[in-house]
Nanobody, 124 residues
Framework: QVQLRESGGGLVQAGDSLRLSCAAS????????MSWFRQGPGKEREFVAA????????DYADSVKGRFTISRDNTKSPVYLQMNNLKPEDTGVYFC?????????????????WGQGTQVTVSS
């Protein structure tokens, strides 16, 4: 089992930056892909970004390319989501999720482990 905990959310203005963190505990060798998803008010959960175990391969949703960066310093560090030039449409609860398969996936149903989420609110 893997436990995930997000932190770093908050209330910011459009154009500001935030950095989210996702710390994994438990059987941390069980995951190979970690991703960030978000769910805005009245919207379905959507894929934001993904990173593999080594941090060498990444993937992004088109809506965040060039503004968000997913990273990790080493295999023992948290996974970060640096969010720059935030927009009101980035508002939502941000979840980190992990899956045991080494294949990237943008489908939330394919992830084995989820955090509780952290709220990001961007005012205009």
């Amino acid at each position: 089992q893997v436990q995930l905990r997000e932190s770093g959310g908050g209330l910011v203005q459009a154009g500001d930056s935030l950095r989210l963190s996702c710390a994994a505990s438990g059987d941390t060798f069980s995951w190979l892909i970690m991703s960030w998803f978000r769910q805005g008010p009245g919207k379905e959960r959507e894929f934001v970004a993904a990173i593999n175990w080594t941090g060498g391969t990444k993937d992004y949703a088109d809506s965040v390319k060039g503004r968000f960066t997913i990273s990790r310093d080493n295999t023992k560090s948290p996974v970060y989501l640096q969010m720059n030039n935030l927009k009101p449409e980035d508002t939502g609860v941000y979840f980190c999720a992990a899956r045991s398969s080494p294949v990237f996936s943008t489908s939330s149903s394919t992830y084995n482990y989820w955090g509780q989420g952290t709220q990001v609110t961007v005012s205009s």
